[in-house]
């Protein structure tokens, strides 16, 4: 139990580690976990109910056909707040784009190129992200309408009655505000429906008012869907060194978060399928599109959720309210919030209850959640991210520095001893039994702990895998500045320095740790750093920052325990010679 099972220990946390974050990866894609079972489902009853199968939908024309078709028929009405750009089509009254005023994107380093790096080329400049689009590569939009019967749905021709705008006071945020409002109307049956989307300044979430009036002489039962279809295309811009969920999501109080990849949408819905509350959405890296209840209406509607696949590259998610019985000469209005933007946990914790969910960090969450809210309450102190996740960090090492403590004064007496472990190899040569007897022996008189190097990095990874979950996921790094050349802590560093320093800080690391007696062992601990360095070129800023400000304080702390180990060793010297 020497130096063999120590470097034995440490590829068994290695490989377990590799293991965690393949079923993390798993679970971020929607997957089940390794470690837990099939979502959980609700019973289906025998009462007649809505069906998905009656939403309209374009099954067989694929996503460029659709795209086609919505070009070629477009006739949109834009309508806007200083958040939101909106494109409404007059046919099926569907948002069919969605410019975000205020969120920019650039593309990635990646697509530039090593050899363009090196020349210095830089990625095309800012533009707006675009949710919401139809074109003839992409297809992502949000719908409604009605079934049950012969009513309008969102294929059907709506006018435009009208935009207006006007000024009010806004509860939320407490100050007057500009509200605009463009409505739609369509009969068909003897069924109108007229829709309204309602904007205001400093918001995403548009209020999207249906008020179904009955013309005929006979009952009418409607139901009310509410739909996102979008292709499973990866958005643009995304990173090609780390993956992220794309893809629909629902959320009940009873079935709780569940995400559906792309590729498990069948016959056989794996989600909850019933319930009187909850929402959808389209997730995608940072940036949310849902279907959520307004909380202003307090009727809880039965409601059915489903997911679709329309084509090999064409996917729907949705809701179905049965809005019940509704008599001649009357009608009915209802209303639901449509969310088009960041994953801002703020925002989206007062929208919807478990909204904020879709800023998902798989098994880890337990962790990260909390972190999260001590990196937001440090933002609110120092007004700037980057040195949030520079405190954050001195946080948890401060609260891990006993433990690391431990392992680095191992760690420093396995270095002291390493020449007497040499000449107790070379003592022994090829007798295993004996050397290892021998090198216990030295371990108890010298009061060493074979594995205590290894117990602080168990601990850690739990702790580096969570933080690594939150700066990843975190939308409000976007566009966030740390020091002069660090513009964005989402993006990678543009002069790769914070990488460059991190590379030596993990050389000097090396330098600082016992050396191990095998030969490619040694090998392995030169090269290691420059294989990070390179990995940690294309990372978000704010990432290597987090790793760099880590690899300092292990440096400071290990620096400070062998002090501690040389002065409590030079006075047992010295009072040995006495």
Same mark, same amino acid.
């Given at each position: 139990?020497?130096?063999?099972?120590?470097?034995?220990?440490?590829?068994?946390?290695?490989?377990?580690?590799?293991?965690?974050?393949?079923?993390?990866?798993?679970?971020?894609?929607?997957?089940?976990?390794?470690?837990?079972?099939?979502?959980?489902?609700?019973?289906?009853?025998?009462?007649?109910?809505?069906?998905?199968?009656?939403?309209?939908?374009?099954?067989?024309?694929?996503?460029?056909?659709?795209?086609?078709?919505?070009?070629?028929?477009?006739?949109?009405?834009?309508?806007?707040?200083?958040?939101?750009?909106?494109?409404?089509?007059?046919?099926?009254?569907?948002?069919?784009?969605?410019?975000?005023?205020?969120?920019?994107?650039?593309?990635?380093?990646?697509?530039?190129?090593?050899?363009?790096?090196?020349?210095?080329?830089?990625?095309?400049?800012?533009?707006?992200?675009?949710?919401?689009?139809?074109?003839?590569?992409? +297809?992502?939009?949000?719908?409604?309408?009605?079934?049950?019967?012969?009513?309008?749905?969102?294929?059907?021709?709506?006018?435009? +009655?009208?935009?207006?705008?006007?000024?009010?006071?806004?509860?939320?945020?407490?100050?007057?505000?500009?509200?605009?409002?463009?409505?739609?109307?369509?009969?068909?049956?003897?069924?109108?429906?007229?829709?309204?989307?309602?904007?205001?300044?400093?918001?995403?979430?548009?209020?999207?008012?249906?008020?179904?009036?009955?013309?005929?002489?006979?009952?009418?039962?409607?139901?009310?869907?509410?739909?996102?279809?979008?292709?499973?295309?990866?958005?643009?811009?995304?990173?090609?060194?780390?993956?992220?969920?794309?893809?629909?999501?629902?959320?009940?109080?009873?079935?709780?978060?569940?995400?559906?990849?792309?590729?498990?949408?069948?016959?056989?819905?794996?989600?909850?399928?019933?319930?009187?509350?909850?929402?959808?959405?389209?997730?995608?890296?940072?940036?949310?599109?849902?279907?959520?209840?307004?909380?202003?209406?307090?009727?809880?509607?039965?409601?059915?959720?489903?997911?679709?696949?329309?084509?090999?590259?064409?996917?729907?998610?949705?809701?179905?309210?049965?809005?019940?019985?509704?008599?001649?000469?009357?009608?009915?209005?209802?209303?639901?919030?449509?969310?088009?933007?960041?994953?801002?946990?703020?925002?989206?914790?007062?929208?919807?209850?478990?909204?904020?969910?879709?800023?998902?960090?798989?098994?880890?969450?337990?962790?990260?959640?909390?972190?999260?809210?001590?990196?937001?309450?440090?933002?609110?102190?120092?007004?700037?991210?980057?040195?949030?996740?520079?405190?954050?960090?001195?946080?948890?090492?401060?609260?891990?520095?006993?433990?690391?403590?431990?392992?680095?004064?191992?760690?420093?007496?396995?270095?002291?001893?390493?020449?007497?472990?040499?000449?107790?190899?070379?003592?022994?040569?090829?007798?295993?039994?004996?050397?290892?007897?021998?090198?216990?022996?030295?371990?108890?008189?010298?009061?060493?702990?074979?594995?205590?190097?290894?117990?602080?990095?168990?601990?850690?990874?739990?702790?580096?895998?969570?933080?690594?979950?939150?700066?990843?996921?975190?939308?409000?790094?976007?566009?966030?500045?740390?020091?002069?050349?660090?513009?964005?802590?989402?993006?990678?560093?543009?002069?790769?320095?914070?990488?460059?320093?991190?590379?030596?800080?993990?050389?000097?690391?090396?330098?600082?740790?016992?050396?191990?007696?095998?030969?490619?062992?040694?090998?392995?601990?030169?090269?290691?750093?420059?294989?990070?360095?390179?990995?940690?070129?294309?990372?978000?800023?704010?990432?290597?920052?987090?790793?760099?400000?880590?690899?300092?304080?292990?440096?400071?702390?290990?620096?400070?325990?062998?002090?501690?180990?040389?002065?409590?060793?030079?006075?047992?010297?010295?009072?040995?010679?006495?």
């Amino acid at each position: 139990m020497g130096s063999d099972f120590k470097r034995t220990f440490m590829w068994v946390i290695l490989v377990g580690a590799c293991f965690m974050l393949w079923d993390n990866w798993q679970v971020y894609n929607g997957r089940p976990s390794f470690f837990g079972g099939a979502a959980p489902q609700t019973a289906q009853t025998e009462e007649a109910q809505p069906s998905a199968d009656a939403v309209p939908d374009n099954k067989g024309s694929g996503a460029e056909a659709v795209a086609k078709g919505m070009i070629q028929a477009s006739r949109p009405v834009e309508v806007s707040n200083n958040l939101l750009k909106l494109n409404i089509d007059e046919q099926g009254a569907v948002v069919t784009r969605a410019e975000l005023l205020q969120e920019h994107q650039q593309a990635d380093w990646t697509d530039v190129g090593l050899a363009g790096l090196i020349l210095g080329n830089k990625p095309p400049q800012l533009k707006n992200i675009v949710m919401l689009d139809v074109t003839p590569k992409h +297809v992502y939009v949000a719908q409604s309408g009605l079934i049950g019967g012969d009513f309008p749905n969102h294929k059907s021709p709506f006018k435009h +009655v009208g935009t207006k705008v006007e000024k009010k006071l806004d509860a939320e945020q407490k100050k007057e505000v500009n509200f605009v409002t463009a409505t739609f109307e369509s009969t068909q049956g003897a069924v109108t429906l007229r829709k309204s989307f309602e904007l205001a300044d400093g918001r995403y979430a548009v209020m999207v008012r249906n008020e179904v009036i009955n013309n005929g002489t006979a009952p009418v039962k409607p139901s009310l869907y509410y739909q996102i279809t979008r292709d499973d295309n990866k958005p643009e811009g995304e990173s090609s060194f780390y993956y992220t969920y794309t893809g629909p999501a629902i959320y009940t109080d009873e079935g709780k978060f569940q995400k559906v990849a792309f590729d498990d949408i069948g016959e056989q819905p794996d989600h909850i399928t019933k319930a009187d509350n909850g929402w959808v959405a389209m997730i995608q890296h940072y940036f949310i599109t849902a279907w959520t209840d307004d909380k202003a209406e307090k009727v809880k509607r039965e409601r059915e959720y489903y997911t679709t696949k329309l084509d090999k590259n064409l996917f729907a998610v949705g809701s179905i309210q049965r809005l019940g019985t509704i008599e001649p000469g009357q009608s009915l209005s209802t209303s639901a919030m449509l969310y088009i933007g960041p994953q801002d946990q703020q925002r989206l914790q007062y929208l919807a209850d478990g909204l904020e969910l879709v800023v998902d960090y798989g098994w880890l969450t337990f962790l990260a959640k909390p972190i999260y809210s001590v990196l937001y309450f440090l933002y609110g102190l120092v007004g700037n991210w980057g040195w949030a996740i520079v405190l954050l960090t001195c946080i948890v090492k401060a609260i891990l520095y006993p433990i690391s403590a431990a392992g680095y004064k191992s760690m420093a007496r396995m270095k002291e001893i390493g020449p007497r472990m040499k000449a107790l190899q070379e003592q022994y040569g090829e007798d295993k039994q004996r050397y290892q007897q021998a090198v216990m022996e030295l371990y108890r008189k010298e009061k060493i702990n074979p594995v205590g190097g290894c117990l602080p990095i168990v601990l850690q990874i739990p702790v580096f895998l969570a933080l690594y979950w939150v700066l990843l996921a975190s939308v409000e790094l976007r566009g966030s500045a740390w020091l002069g050349w660090v513009t964005d802590l989402a993006m990678p560093d543009p002069w790769f320095i914070l990488p460059a320093i991190m590379m030596a800080t993990m050389f000097l690391q090396i330098k600082l740790n016992p050396k191990p007696a095998d030969a490619m062992q040694q090998r392995m601990m030169v090269i290691m750093p420059l294989v990070f360095g390179v990995m940690f070129f294309f990372f978000a800023s704010g990432l290597v920052l987090y790793w760099l400000t880590n690899n300092v304080l292990s440096i400071l702390q290990q620096w400070y325990v062998n002090k501690q180990i040389a002065e409590e060793r030079a006075r047992r010297t010295k009072a040995a010679n006495r």
